[in-house]
């Protein structure tokens, strides 16, 4: 079961208190309701000054039909090859822009760095842009190249407010300068994206990709089934199938995490309740989409400091995550 969505603008901090748990802390706000649309949920995160060891200054990220922009208030970050295999990384830049992944993806963090990450539904990206999501599909880019200017500015000037602190000025900030120029872009080129793009729950991305597929399929009478999925591919920039995909793994980590939080996990019963033709489809597609095994994932979310992203989309989703009689330091059960 999914927990209700929490208000417009409300705000999740993640426990940043060093003696209870070994995570640094994260803050996750979710848009207004005039940006519900175009924004997923806004997340921070800082590790300047939380005393963290080189391995654990790694992100995990899963595939995701999402674009987002990144933006760091201090420090910086270069993306690794997954799985690590100990070569040089790729330098991010100060506003980083990736469009919709089709596989999983590993960022290392510099000891002092902080900053916020948006998640941005695909067919608002080219609302705000005009740019085409075949060009940021699978892909790290600068902002400074790929943002409208106002956007990069408002963007700028949020990260100019102080530096690591979770500052919710900052974030009132920003949803005051994009709220006029989503609104101007949707004046320009989102003719039916208001009425077709129903109004999202943050937890989840089902209701996202079935608005799309219903758009698509309305506004494509007489058109083929090949240009039916041309038209999806150019909206998300991944395919109906691999959406679907996506929303399927969303529903499955859920149910893992209600499990963990239940202590009744039960892997064949998680894989045919959530739609896999049997448990090693289910870990298959898992590997697919996070590079780790159903179990290696599990002991991750519970133990490990590099896969901070997934003990988030568990918040955001309304099952949090931490260490605590309930959920033990322990090893994995392989």
């Given at each position: 079961?999914?927990?209700?969505?929490?208000?417009?603008?409300?705000?999740?901090?993640?426990?940043?208190?060093?003696?209870?748990?070994?995570?640094?802390?994260?803050?996750?706000?979710?848009?207004?309701?005039?940006?519900?649309?175009?924004?997923?949920?806004?997340?921070?995160?800082?590790?300047?000054?939380?005393?963290?060891?080189?391995?654990?200054?790694?992100?995990?990220?899963?595939?995701?039909?999402?674009?987002?922009?990144?933006?760091?208030?201090?420090?910086?970050?270069?993306?690794?090859?997954?799985?690590?295999?100990?070569?040089?990384?790729?330098?991010?830049?100060?506003?980083?822009?990736?469009?919709?992944?089709?596989?999983?993806?590993?960022?290392?963090?510099?000891?002092?760095?902080?900053?916020?990450?948006?998640?941005?539904?695909?067919?608002?990206?080219?609302?705000?842009?005009?740019?085409?999501?075949?060009?940021?599909?699978?892909?790290?880019?600068?902002?400074?190249?790929?943002?409208?200017?106002?956007?990069?500015?408002?963007?700028?000037?949020?990260?100019?407010?102080?530096?690591?602190?979770?500052?919710?000025?900052?974030?009132?900030?920003?949803?005051?300068?994009?709220?006029?120029?989503?609104?101007?872009?949707?004046?320009?080129?989102?003719?039916?994206?208001?009425?077709?793009?129903?109004?999202?729950?943050?937890?989840?991305?089902?209701?996202?990709?079935?608005?799309?597929?219903?758009?698509?399929?309305?506004?494509?009478?007489?058109?083929?089934?090949?240009?039916?999925?041309?038209?999806?591919?150019?909206?998300?920039?991944?395919?109906?199938?691999?959406?679907?995909?996506?929303?399927?793994?969303?529903?499955?980590?859920?149910?893992?995490?209600?499990?963990?939080?239940?202590?009744?996990?039960?892997?064949?019963?998680?894989?045919?309740?959530?739609?896999?033709?049997?448990?090693?489809?289910?870990?298959?597609?898992?590997?697919?989409?996070?590079?780790?095994?159903?179990?290696?994932?599990?002991?991750?979310?519970?133990?490990?400091?590099?896969?901070?992203?997934?003990?988030?989309?568990?918040?955001?989703?309304?099952?949090?995550?931490?260490?605590s009689p309930t959920h033990p330091l322990v090893p994995p059960k392989d």
């Amino acid at each position: 079961m999914v927990a209700p969505r929490a208000p417009a603008g409300y705000t999740l901090t993640m426990n940043p208190d060093a003696t209870s748990t070994r995570f640094a802390p994260t803050r996750i706000t979710l848009p207004p309701w005039d940006l519900h649309n175009c924004l997923r949920a806004l997340i921070e995160r800082s590790i300047d000054g939380f005393p963290l060891q080189e391995n654990q200054r790694i992100g995990y990220f899963p595939a995701s039909p999402l674009c987002t922009i990144g933006v760091f208030y201090s420090g910086y970050s270069e993306v690794l090859s997954t799985p690590i295999d100990g070569s040089p990384g790729k330098a991010l830049p100060a506003v980083v822009v990736t469009g919709p992944m089709s596989g999983p993806s590993c960022v290392r963090y510099s000891e002092n760095c902080s900053g916020l990450m948006m998640g941005i539904y695909p067919d608002a990206w080219w609302i705000l842009t005009g740019q085409p999501l075949d060009a940021i599909t699978d892909q790290f880019l600068d902002g400074k190249d790929l943002l409208p200017a106002p956007m990069f500015d408002a963007l700028s000037e949020m990260a100019s407010q102080g530096r690591s602190d979770f500052n919710p000025e900052r974030i009132d900030l920003l949803f005051r300068r994009l709220t006029p120029i989503w609104r101007d872009c949707i004046a320009q080129r989102g003719k039916g994206h208001q009425r077709w793009n129903v109004a999202p729950q943050a937890q989840t991305i089902a209701p996202w990709v079935d608005a799309l597929a219903l758009r698509v399929a309305a506004t494509g009478w007489g058109r083929s089934m090949r240009q039916a999925e041309r038209r999806m591919k150019q909206l998300a920039g991944l395919p109906l199938r691999k959406l679907q995909v996506s929303a399927r793994g969303e529903q499955a980590f859920w149910a893992v995490v209600e499990a963990i939080n239940d202590q009744k996990l039960d892997w064949s019963d998680i894989a045919l309740s959530c739609g896999f033709s049997d448990q090693s489809h289910f870990i298959r597609e898992t590997r697919r989409q996070t590079g780790f095994s159903p179990e290696a994932l599990r002991h991750g979310l519970l133990n490990k400091e590099p896969f901070w992203m997934y003990r988030t989309l568990a918040e955001l989703a309304g099952f949090p995550i931490t260490p605590s009689p309930t959920h033990p330091l322990v090893p994995p059960k392989d």
